[in-house]
């Protein structure tokens, strides 16, 4: 009996979210959302595994009516295709039972995250509503969705969808390419740029101090120990490639306090009109050889002891290297390198990530911004 009423509601959930569904049309943003796979993990669709890459997303009815098995069967074969343009694939179905989902993925090969809406309201969110909008002949409702997010187009079968949605990668990949062979800047970041904040004499002696001590540290400072450089591994998504020396020479960093306060403090006030009173501590960091792990990128505020950083500053202090660009990758997989002693201030909740450095070493000095009120949230 209790089965029986379960299941009722359930069935009763999705005609009831038709007042709240979304409208969804091309060039709309996306809704992210969060829903858990056949193995009970969380995904989202923005996280920054997947953030910054081109998406298919598939709205298809339960698993285990034929021809869904089939439209999703052909996903599944095109998956290879999708990777090698860069794209990721979801799918979410009306099907909650974690155990057919995982056989059908088994027997599939499928190796995209199959994601159970198990009331609707994902399906809502995209302007569906679950066991309506997906009836025979139509098994699924496929939302191609652009690098930074938004809705490049809408497809419903019995068309083709598979290779419309793999048409669409292509041509997202090759109006990048031609409008980066013309020299157009596709999608800037919203970053700020400003030219010689360091000297090319401080630029090298900064170097220069970096290369000159060696005090590597496997945890950072106690409480009560004397200050003193240090450097340590930065192995974020488990990097090889990264080494920062944390300044503590109270001489050097007046120096570049100053030049910070007049030559960058004022421009980001200007740009983003946020009065920088505080800063981290200042770091330079170097990076050469093989990246290794994962190649994803990051957020500088996304863990309860960053929240209060605003922006990042990242300052170039070399350029006799290859590769190694700062990569905004929602909006351009084309990156950014300055000349000697060029400041880039961005926000610190933009996805970005440092490329392997090809050639040579990459040196920058860095830190993050922040004011009394950034710390507001945190003291509550």
């Given at each position: 009996?209790?089965?029986?009423?379960?299941?009722?509601?359930?069935?009763?959930?999705?005609?009831?979210?038709?007042?709240?569904?979304?409208?969804?049309?091309?060039?709309?943003?996306?809704?992210?959302?969060?829903?858990?796979?056949?193995?009970?993990?969380?995904?989202?669709?923005?996280?920054?595994?997947?953030?910054?890459?081109?998406?298919?997303?598939?709205?298809?009815?339960?698993?285990?009516?034929?021809?869904?098995?089939?439209?999703?069967?052909?996903?599944?074969?095109?998956?290879?295709?999708?990777?090698?343009?860069?794209?990721?694939?979801?799918?979410?179905?009306?099907?909650?039972?974690?155990?057919?989902?995982?056989?059908?993925?088994?027997?599939?090969?499928?190796?995209?995250?199959?994601?159970?809406?198990?009331?609707?309201?994902?399906?809502?969110?995209?302007?569906?509503?679950?066991?309506?909008?997906?009836?025979?002949?139509?098994?699924?409702?496929?939302?191609?969705?652009?690098?930074?997010?938004?809705?490049?187009?809408?497809?419903?079968?019995?068309?083709?969808?598979?290779?419309?949605?793999?048409?669409?990668?292509?041509?997202?990949?090759?109006?990048?390419?031609?409008?980066?062979?013309?020299?157009?800047?596709p999608g800037h970041a919203p970053i700020l740029v400003v030219p010689n904040v360091l000297?090319?004499?401080?630029?090298?002696?900064?170097?220069?101090?970096?290369?000159?001590?060696?005090?590597?540290?496997?945890?950072?400072?106690?409480?009560?120990?004397?200050?003193?450089?240090?450097?340590?591994?930065?192995?974020?998504?488990?990097?090889?490639?990264?080494?920062?020396?944390?300044?503590?020479?109270?001489?050097l960093l007046a120096r570049l306090d100053k030049r910070i306060h007049d030559r960058v403090?004022?421009?980001?006030?200007?740009?983003?009109?946020?009065?920088?009173?505080?800063?981290?501590?200042?770091?330079?960091?170097?990076?050469?050889?093989?990246?290794?792990?994962?190649?994803?990128?990051?957020?500088?505020?996304?863990?309860?002891?960053?929240?209060?950083?605003?922006?990042?500053?990242?300052?170039?202090?070399?350029?006799?290297?290859?590769?190694?660009?700062?990569?905004?990758?929602?909006?351009?997989?084309?990156?950014?390198?300055?000349?000697?002693?060029?400041?880039?201030?961005?926000?610190?909740?933009?996805?970005?990530?440092?490329?392997?450095?090809?050639?040579?070493?990459?040196?920058?000095?860095?830190?993050?911004?922040?004011?009394?009120?950034?710390?507001?949230?945190?003291?509550?």
């Amino acid at each position: 009996m209790s089965l029986q009423i379960k299941t009722d509601v359930l069935g009763r959930s999705a005609p009831l979210l038709q007042s709240y569904r979304a409208e969804i049309a091309v060039g709309d943003f996306a809704p992210d959302f969060d829903a858990l796979d056949a193995a009970g993990r969380k995904v989202r669709l923005f996280e920054d595994a997947f953030a910054g890459r081109p998406a298919i997303l598939v709205f298809a009815d339960r698993l285990d009516r034929n021809d869904v098995r089939t439209a999703l069967t052909a996903w599944a074969r095109a998956e290879p295709a999708i990777d090698a343009l860069g794209g990721h694939l979801f799918i979410v179905t009306s099907h909650t039972e974690a155990r057919a989902m995982k056989a059908f993925a088994r027997e599939t090969g499928l190796q995209a995250p199959i994601l159970g809406d198990c009331n609707g309201a994902l399906f809502a969110r995209y302007g569906l509503v679950r066991g309506a909008d997906l009836q025979a002949p139509v098994t699924s409702r496929v939302f191609v969705i652009t690098a930074n997010g938004q809705v490049h187009s809408i497809m419903t079968e019995p068309t083709d969808t598979v290779a419309a949605g793999t048409a669409a990668l292509k041509d997202l990949a090759q109006e990048a390419a031609t409008k980066a062979q013309a020299g157009w800047i596709p999608g800037h970041a919203p970053i700020l740029v400003v030219p010689n904040v360091l000297e090319p004499a401080d630029c090298r002696a900064l170097i220069e101090h970096y290369e000159s001590s060696d005090n590597f540290r496997v945890a950072k400072p106690g409480p009560g120990e004397p200050p003193a450089d240090y450097k340590f591994a930065v192995s974020d998504y488990n990097r090889q490639d990264r080494i920062d020396h944390v300044i503590q020479d109270q001489a050097l960093l007046a120096r570049l306090d100053k030049r910070i306060h007049d030559r960058v403090v004022p421009q980001v006030m200007k740009a983003f009109a946020f009065q920088v009173t505080r800063r981290e501590t200042l770091h330079i960091a170097r990076y050469a050889g093989a990246r290794e792990g994962i190649e994803i990128g990051h957020r500088d505020n996304q863990h309860p002891a960053t929240l209060y950083r605003r922006f990042a500053l990242s300052v170039a202090l070399n350029d006799d290297y290859e590769g190694g660009e700062l990569v905004f990758r929602e909006y351009a997989g084309k990156g950014y390198r300055g000349d000697v002693g060029t400041a880039f201030v961005f926000s610190s909740s933009l996805l970005h990530e440092i490329e392997e450095t090809t050639r040579g070493v990459r040196y920058n000095l860095i830190s993050h911004f922040f004011n009394e009120a950034s710390l507001q949230p945190q003291q509550r």
